[in-house]
């Protein structure tokens, strides 16, 4: 007896959405990937926008999807950002390049969906709203272009949620940081240095996106001050630099 083919839904189509799609595409499943805005790649893409409510505390401000910032190179060298079956070799001037920019991860992707087919299966411009069970089946509902008005529904076997989980920021809880005067955004905000320029700056957080964005604007700040949650880290300037210090952690409540 045939194995019984599923209708599957993918919501989003950033590389676990592509992945997920190209692997059911391999069992001959057929498929619908939702993607709201009107490219693949998802994280990759950048936004030059930010954000109205740079904190992203207000719940009605204009969401952008991408925290790429214009410097951002890869964290993790390609052989490990590449797919068992889909290598991503980058030369530039004969050279070898492990650390790419999010422009080459872009083209990667891009290349990924073409050699694949994906792209015939992506709806664009189309926003999941919802999600239910009805009678053993999944009832996905979406709009199309922001239409409100128009809402439309699909039944499928399996959903897989590929959405992407860096829009939303998460903030510090640190005492006496919603009075204080001076000007806060979150890192899914950050895009370029230039608005720090002679300033005094605090990046809370020692990760690869706080060291990154504390570097680039150390490029123009007066001074940039990044706070280490590691509880052996003392104050100290920064040898390399003329203009960062590593500090203690932040109080959080
Ligand atoms: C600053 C930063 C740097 C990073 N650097 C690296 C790195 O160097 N290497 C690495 O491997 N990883 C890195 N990551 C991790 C990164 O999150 C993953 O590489 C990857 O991009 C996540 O892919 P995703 O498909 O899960 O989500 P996303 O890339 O966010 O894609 C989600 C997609 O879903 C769509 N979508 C969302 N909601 C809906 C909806 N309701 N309906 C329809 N479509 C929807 C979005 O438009 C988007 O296209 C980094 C993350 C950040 C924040």
Redesign the pocket.
Known sequence: MGRQLLKVAV?????????TARELQKEGQQIVV????N???????YDPEVETDPLGLDPNRRIV?????DS?????PTQ??EFTDYSFTIEKNGKYLC?PD?KE?LKFLNDFARDFGLDDLIQFN????SVKQKNGMWVVE?KTNGDDQFKKEEHFDMVVV??????QPKLVNAPGIKKWPGKQIH??NYRVPEPYKDQVVVVIGHG??GF?IAFDIAKVAKEVHVSSRCPQVEVRKLETYKNVWQHPKVPTR
């Open positions: 919501i989003g189509a950033g590389v676990s959405g592509l992945l939702y993607e709201k805005s490219q693949i790649g998802g994280l990759w893409v999807h991408s925290s790429i910032y951002l190179r890869t964290n993790l490990l950002m650390f999010y991860v189309t926003e999941v709203v979406s590929c959405n992407g989980h860096n829009t890192s899914h690869p996106s990154d």
